[in-house]
């Protein structure tokens, strides 16, 4: 494969699922599928390649309903790809996300002997997810599909999670979410920061120049080209835990939520505390065009507006003074809300699973997933604060810590509970369309 050919991004056989944006609001499902049957697998590889939609198109055959496939290393074993070309992924996918837990932190509640079956075992082969406007045209969709599915009685589906996304796009704590995104060089979609260049395309696709100059390419080039890894995570919140500490640690509502603010790093509306430090502005956070338009390093060094521990700011340090070089940690990240939302102002769990299911999107799992989820979520040491964890989804155990600098005297929030508890996940591997028709025409 040439430099020239490389070059360009050949947005055609990329899944639309990798670079675009998802519309607001819409409902989603994510299905996995066990291949018992190596010819039956293959037949729905093909079927996929005519189904999955191009990051070209606008729309999907079925308007703005569209699909992404993704397969585990398991799932590509199931199919018959060559162990000589297996090897050639990342070794992070080939061990599987519940092998890595312990990097990861999912540990204790979170670890994978607590996860939900058949989430982290060996019988996840194949992640579809569909989306649509609502959930009536979502389902009407997997029925169109699903005599597919029936025909081919050597694929197996094991599970479902069915998703939406609000009109005021929050999740279960409140928050606006899918704020920020990187540019990407070549899609042709924006970035949400105007102030960060856009990053090198083999970030997050295969067979790309990436940040270092490198490109990596699993093979056979027509397989691993145009493709990318993908995280996915069932992550379970605990709202009402959430709120109490909030409530027991503020002196009065207006407290509460900035508090709320310090430990996210945005007010709920999604207006920044970099922009709007002192009070909530929901007409700064309902706006595109202004709510990630900030850096850190020129106004706020010390993190007296943006605390450096709180979430976002560890998510993506920006321009801050961090050990490491954070555009080498960029993900594309998807969020879709699960379970019933707690009523407001509700202080008791009341038993019901709720949470997101996390999609994150790059071409290199080890530095930027994992090292995000190790060294960034889950220790301090980056930014001069030792093994303090994040607020929000550090894997806590109770006696941890969160501290806001502030003038005279900082603040400091003592014991931490841990609100985030990781139901499953996995790793997989998305093909590009041309990928996709390969795997369906494998050759014993």
Not at 22 to 31: E, L
Not at 164 to 179: A, K, Q
Request: glycine fraction near 10%; include cysteine.
């Amino acid at each position: 494969m040439t430099e020239q050919i490389h070059a360009a991004l050949e947005l055609d056989d990329i899944q639309r699922g990798v670079l675009s944006l998802r519309p607001t609001p819409y409902a989603a499902t994510y299905i996995l599928f066990r291949i018992d049957d190596r010819a039956h697998g293959r037949e729905l590889m093909r079927r996929a390649s005519e189904v999955v939609t191009a990051a070209t198109d606008s729309m999907s055959p079925l308007g703005e309903t569209w699909v992404s496939i993704a397969l585990t290393c398991q799932g590509l074993r199931a199919l018959g790809v060559p162990q000589e070309s297996l090897d050639t992924f990342a070794w992070e996918f080939r061990q599987g996300m519940a092998p890595r837990a312990n990097a990861l932190g999912d540990t204790g509640e979170s670890g994978p002997e607590n996860w939900e079956p058949p989430l982290g075992t060996p019988d996840v082969h194949v992640v579809l997810v569909a989306l649509a406007p609502d959930s009536a045209q979502l389902e009407a969709a997997v029925d169109r599909a699903r005599p597919a599915f029936r025909r081919l009685s050597g694929v197996v589906p094991i599970w479902r999670q069915d998703c939406y996304t609000l009109p005021t796009e929050t999740e279960p704590f409140g928050y606006r979410d899918g704020i920020s995104h990187p540019a990407v060089e070549g899609s042709g979609i924006a970035g949400s920061n105007p102030l960060e260049a856009p990053l090198k395309a083999g970030e997050f696709v295969l067979g790309y120049r990436d940040e270092l100059g490198g490109v990596q390419t699993p093979q056979p080039d027509i397989l691993g080209r145009n493709g990318t890894y993908v995280a996915f995570r069932k992550l379970h919140q605990r709202v009402a835990a959430f709120r109490q500490h909030l409530k027991d640690n503020s002196t009065g509502p207006e407290d509460e939520e900035l508090l709320a603010a310090k430990i996210m790093g945005r007010w709920r509306s999604g207006a920044p505390l970099a922009l709007s430090p002192l009070r909530d502005d929901p007409v700064l956070g309902a706006d595109p065009r202004r709510n990630n338009r900030f850096l850190y390093e020129r106004d706020d060094p010390a993190g007296f507006t943006t605390p450096p521990g709180c979430h976002i700011r560890r998510a993506n340090p920006r321009d801050a003074a961090v050990a490491g070089a954070p555009r080498l940690h960029r993900m594309i990240r998807r969020a879709t809300v699960y379970g019933p939302p707690l009523p407001e102002g509700v202080l008791e769990d009341d038993g019901a699973d709720r949470g997101l299911m996390f999609t994150f999107i790059g071409a290199h799992l080890g530095r930027q997933f994992e090292f995000v989820q190790s060294e960034w979520m889950n220790d301090g040491v980056f930014f001069g604060a030792g093994d303090a964890r994040d607020p929000i989804v550090g894997a806590g155990d109770g006696t941890g810590e969160f501290t806001i600098p502030r003038r005279p005297v900082r603040r400091r929030l003592h014991p931490l509970p841990r609100f985030v508890v990781t139901r499953g996940g996995e790793y997989c591997f998305m093909p590009g369309l041309s990928a996709l028709r390969w795997l369906g025409d494998l050759e014993d």
